[in-house]
């Protein structure tokens, strides 16, 4: 599990701030092959290093060049008004900015395009400082700089105006589809921001209070169901299933199964909270077992063995039993030891795997005279009262035989109906059932569909906070969607259907399934679906696709550009 | 002036790496030129010929880590790309040593000089492309 960074941290810390900007837009002019160039000095790391007046020299005589500026930080209030300015004044419908990285500046310099009346994917970058400026030898770096700048203006004739529109989300209701305790996380956060929520489970709604152990006061879950049934803005469908989900965020429609009943609605978002399902051992050796949430109960009806033997291994030869196995271990002991310091704990493990600040349970557990036994292999058990527990210390090299009134083991999670939940969404599942996010370090709730956000134990095993913390991440990114404008088009495939042989090529090797075989027979690309990689285009054989901000053409007018080639 | 050599970066690790490594100012040869696709997975046979045909004495393609795609699997179409294309150099007499795919992380900014110093050795090894002018 990865913590929420970045917009979903501030969307957690500031509920309701998390909102795009909407930026003055002026309407497009229209088409002049007129470019302007902008060339930063970026107060030395560029000027200084290579000499940028060479630059403008070389690029201002190039063909469709209208005005070359060197400018101190294009970047800047000031200029980014100098650059409106020359728009207007030379009337540019595009335009190169030479500077810094694309990955930093690209989205500012949209907004100029936009608020200037240039269609905000006619902008190119050249890279001239990190590529160039800040790495290479002043010579060496004015003759790189030159081949940059003028393959990015070349690039620039190439481009043409891509068709995009900034729509807001139709409907601001978010689909929360789940069987546990975050799907009534999420629904609880979506409602503390005043959002409007379809929760469909698959069970009786008056059944809404999950049984989940492990630090999460009853009385608190309680509460949670009462304010989620009370509010007029939670629509409760169960026991029901989603068996279709279509479109994009701008207007997705799912349908529902509830009871007996088949509905059809639209939301903006989507929320699978799915949890997965604790498969409980049975017994071992003929010696019934009992999981760490069965202990706890036992603890919380403060009934404390006098002995007990925690297995944290499975007995297939699974190296690795899962990453809070070791922590549930340690704290149902901890709690053992403070209701019954006299009773005896011992844990077997392979290895303690007790991350973060876990850790120090760890030592406490060690000091309070919890047993800690290392072993490779799997204990046997004898029957008897007490039970007898037989393990192999790998220390000492001896087996061990511990009295036991009880003995704990590690329950596998396993999620159920993934495959099937994951089709209906469009997320995928690994070969054990659990959901695959698409960018567990950057974006750690979402799916590889946009608009659809994971979290809940189906994507991974989690310990209670965690899964409270994801849940109200993904109600955040899920209401910041359908509150901020959705920009559709863009930098997305395009299919020429004179050239389309429907082959199917793109349909299958689109990660997103954006492409399609429409009604006249040829492919179709889904604009609210296409995230703009071009892996259809690439692999097209055809070359029937082309995306609009990096065509063939474009591409390999750069590289003649770049090694000064003889054609294209 | 060792040569011309073209790397087709991804925008989200390989761009991203080359970038890092110019902030950390980590030098590498000046005869790299990047050209930056939306994903490795944009890059085209097409592409890679046109830019020896152009006179490139190397070409690299730099994609995301395995596995760690933005767009799920596009490094892995990417890869399968510059194979046909090694095999296509190869029945046109050019060295498929001259064509590399790399799979690189957006924070590995100290490989991005590494994977150019590789491209560099190999041109020195192989000489001038038979399709450059010098060839």
Same mark, same amino acid.
């Given at each position: 599990?990865?913590?929420?960074?970045?917009?979903?941290?501030?969307?957690?810390?500031?509920?309701?701030?998390?909102?795009?900007?909407?930026?003055?837009?002026?309407?497009?002019?229209? =088409?002049?092959?007129?470019?302007?160039?902008?060339?930063?000095?970026?107060?030395?790391?560029? #000027?200084?290093?290579?000499?940028?007046?060479?630059?403008?020299?070389?690029?201002?005589?190039?063909?469709?060049?209208?005005?070359?500026?060197?400018?101190?930080?294009?970047?800047?209030?000031?200029?980014?008004?100098?650059?409106?300015?020359?728009?207007?004044?030379? #009337?540019?419908?595009?335009?190169?900015?030479?500077?810094?990285?694309?990955?930093?500046?690209?989205?500012?310099?949209?907004?100029?395009?936009?608020?200037?009346?240039?269609?905000?994917?006619?902008?190119?970058?050249?890279?001239?400082?990190?590529?160039?400026?800040? !790495?290479?030898?002043?010579?060496?770096?004015?003759?790189?700089? !030159?081949? =940059?700048?003028?393959?990015? +203006?070349?690039?620039?004739?190439?481009?043409?105006?891509?068709?995009?529109?900034?729509?807001?989300?139709?409907?601001?209701?978010?689909?929360?589809?789940?069987?546990?305790?975050?799907?009534?996380?999420?629904?609880?956060?979506?409602?503390?921001?005043?959002?409007?929520?379809?929760?469909?489970?698959?069970?009786?709604?008056?059944?809404?209070?999950?049984?989940?152990?492990?630090?999460?006061?009853?009385?608190?879950?309680?509460?949670?169901?009462?304010?989620? =049934?009370?509010?007029?803005? +939670?629509?409760?469908?169960?026991?029901?299933? +989603?068996?279709?989900?279509?479109?994009?965020?701008?207007?997705?429609?799912?349908?529902?199964?509830?009871?007996?009943?088949?509905?059809?609605?639209?939301?903006?978002?989507?929320?699978?909270?799915?949890?997965?399902?604790?498969?409980?051992?049975?017994? +071992? *050796?003929?010696?019934?077992?009992?999981?760490?949430?069965?202990?706890?109960?036992?603890?919380?009806?403060?009934?404390?063995?006098?002995?007990?033997?925690?297995?944290?291994?499975?007995?297939?030869?699974?190296?690795?039993?899962?990453?809070?196995?070791?922590?549930?271990?340690?704290?149902?002991?901890?709690?053992?030891?403070?209701?019954?310091?006299?009773?005896?704990?011992?844990?077997?493990?392979?290895?303690?795997?007790?991350?973060?600040?876990?850790?120090?349970?760890?030592?406490?557990?060690?000091?309070?005279?919890?047993?800690?036994?290392?072993?490779?292999?799997?204990?046997?058990?004898?029957?008897?009262?007490?039970?007898?527990?037989?393990?192999? *210390?790998?220390?000492?090299?001896?087996?061990?035989? !511990?009295?036991? #009134?009880?003995?704990?083991?590690?329950?596998? #999670?396993?999620?159920?109906?993934?495959?099937?939940?994951?089709?209906?969404?469009?997320?995928?599942?690994?070969?054990?059932?659990?959901?695959?996010?698409?960018?567990?370090?950057?974006?750690?709730?979402?799916?590889?569909?946009?608009?659809?956000?994971?979290?809940?134990?189906?994507?991974?095993?989690?310990?209670?906070?965690?899964?409270?913390?994801?849940?109200?991440?993904?109600?955040?990114?899920?209401?910041?969607?359908?509150?901020?404008?959705?920009?559709?088009?863009?930098?997305?495939?395009?299919?020429?259907?004179?050239?389309?042989?429907?082959?199917?090529?793109?349909?299958?090797?689109?990660?997103?399934?954006?492409?399609? !075989?429409?009604?006249?027979?040829?492919?179709?690309?889904?604009?609210?679906?296409?995230?703009?990689?071009?892996?259809?285009?690439?692999?097209?054989?055809?070359?029937?696709?082309?995306?609009?901000?990096?065509?063939?053409?474009?591409?390999?007018?750069?590289?003649?550009?770049?090694?000064?080639?003889? *054609?294209? | 002036?060792? %040569? @011309?050599?073209?790397?087709?970066?991804?925008?989200?690790?390989?761009?991203?790496?080359?970038?890092?490594?110019?902030?950390?100012?980590?030098?590498?040869?000046?005869?790299?030129?990047?050209?930056?696709?939306?994903?490795? %997975?944009?890059?085209?046979?097409?592409?890679?010929?046109?830019?020896?045909?152009?006179?490139?004495?190397?070409?690299?393609?730099?994609?995301?880590?395995?596995?760690?795609?933005?767009?799920?699997?596009?490094?892995?179409?990417?890869?399968?790309?510059?194979?046909?294309?090694?095999?296509?150099?190869?029945?046109?007499?050019?060295?498929?040593?001259?064509?590399?795919?790399?799979?690189?992380?957006?924070?590995?900014?100290?490989?991005?000089? @590494?994977?150019?110093?590789?491209?560099?050795?190999?041109?020195?090894?192989?000489?001038?492309?038979?399709?450059?002018?010098?060839?």
């Amino acid at each position: 599990m990865t913590l929420p960074t970045g917009s979903e941290a501030v969307a957690l810390s500031s509920p309701g701030r998390a909102r795009s900007r909407r930026p003055r837009i002026r309407p497009e002019k229209d =088409l002049t092959e007129r470019i302007g160039v902008f060339l930063c000095r970026c107060g030395g790391s560029v #000027d200084g290093r290579l000499d940028i007046d060479a630059v403008r020299e070389r690029v201002s005589s190039m063909d469709g060049v209208e005005t070359c500026l060197v400018m101190d930080y294009p970047c800047s209030k000031e200029g980014r008004e100098a650059i409106i300015g020359a728009i207007g004044e030379h #009337d540019l419908d595009r335009f190169v900015v030479a500077g810094c990285s694309p990955k930093v500046v690209d989205e500012r310099f949209m907004t100029v395009a936009r608020e200037s009346g240039v269609n905000p994917f006619m902008v190119e970058i050249a890279n001239i400082r990190e590529h160039c400026s800040m !790495i290479h030898r002043h010579d060496e770096a004015t003759s790189k700089a !030159i081949k =940059l700048v003028k393959a990015a +203006v070349s690039k620039c004739s190439l481009l043409v105006p891509a068709p995009y529109a900034r729509t807001r989300a139709e409907r601001e209701e978010v689909l929360v589809y789940g069987n546990g305790m975050s799907a009534m996380v999420a629904v609880d956060e979506l409602l503390s921001e005043g959002g409007k929520v379809h929760l469909v489970v698959p069970f009786d709604p008056k059944n809404l209070v999950f049984n989940y152990h492990d630090g999460i006061t009853p009385g608190h879950l309680e509460a949670m169901r009462d304010r989620i =049934l009370d509010s007029d803005m +939670v629509t409760v469908y169960g026991p029901g299933s +989603v068996h279709m989900f279509q479109g994009d965020p701008e207007n997705f429609r799912a349908l529902l199964r509830s009871g007996e009943e088949w509905k059809e609605i639209g939301c903006g978002a989507a929320i699978v909270a799915w949890e997965a399902e604790e498969v409980p051992p049975l017994s +071992v *050796d003929g010696v019934n077992v009992i999981t760490q949430a069965d202990l706890e109960h036992l603890l919380e009806e403060e009934k404390v063995p006098r002995s007990t033997v925690m297995i944290t291994m499975f007995e297939e030869d699974d190296p690795y039993p899962g990453r809070i196995t070791h922590i549930e271990a340690l704290r149902n002991a901890l709690r053992i030891k403070v209701m019954d310091p006299g009773a005896e704990v011992t844990i077997v493990a392979r290895d303690v795997l007790a991350f973060g600040m876990r850790e120090l349970d760890y030592i406490e557990a060690q000091s309070k005279g919890v047993r800690f036994v290392r072993t490779g292999s799997f204990p046997r058990m004898i029957e008897g009262s007490p039970f007898i527990v037989v393990v192999e *210390d790998e220390t000492i090299g001896e087996e061990l035989a !511990i009295e036991a #009134d009880l003995v704990t083991m590690t329950s596998w #999670d396993q999620p159920f109906d993934t495959d099937h939940i994951g089709k209906v969404f469009g997320a995928p599942v690994d070969e054990n059932g659990y959901f695959i996010p698409t960018q567990v370090k950057l974006k750690p709730t979402a799916s590889i569909r946009e608009g659809v956000y994971l979290c809940g134990t189906g994507v991974e095993s989690k310990t209670p906070s965690e899964v409270v913390l994801e849940a109200r991440s993904a109600a955040s990114r899920a209401m910041t969607l359908v509150r901020s404008e959705i920009e559709r088009g863009g930098a997305v495939a395009e299919v020429d259907p004179e050239l389309c042989s429907a082959c199917l090529t793109c349909v299958r090797s689109c990660p997103f399934s954006a492409p399609f !075989i429409g009604e006249t027979g040829k492919a179709e690309i889904d604009i609210g679906l296409c995230q703009g990689c071009g892996i259809c285009a690439g692999i097209c054989p055809s070359k029937a696709i082309q995306l609009f901000t990096s065509t063939d053409d474009q591409i390999s007018v750069q590289t003649e550009m770049l090694t000064g080639g003889r *054609d294209l | 002036m060792t %040569g @011309r050599i073209v790397g087709f970066c991804c925008s989200y690790c390989g761009y991203a790496s080359a970038d890092l490594a110019g902030r950390q100012g980590l030098e590498y040869s000046p005869d790299v030129m990047i050209v930056k696709l939306p994903c490795s %997975g944009r890059i085209d046979v097409l592409h890679i010929l046109r830019a020896f045909r152009q006179g490139a004495d190397a070409v690299f393609v730099a994609g995301c880590l395995e596995g760690n795609c933005n767009f799920a699997n596009g490094n892995y179409e990417a890869r399968k790309r510059v194979n046909e294309a090694k095999g296509i150099l190869e029945s046109l007499g050019i060295d498929p040593r001259r064509l590399e795919m790399f799979n690189v992380a957006s924070n590995q900014g100290w490989r991005f000089p @590494r994977i150019v110093e590789e491209m560099v050795s190999r041109v020195e090894e192989l000489g001038p492309s038979p399709l450059g002018e010098n060839g």
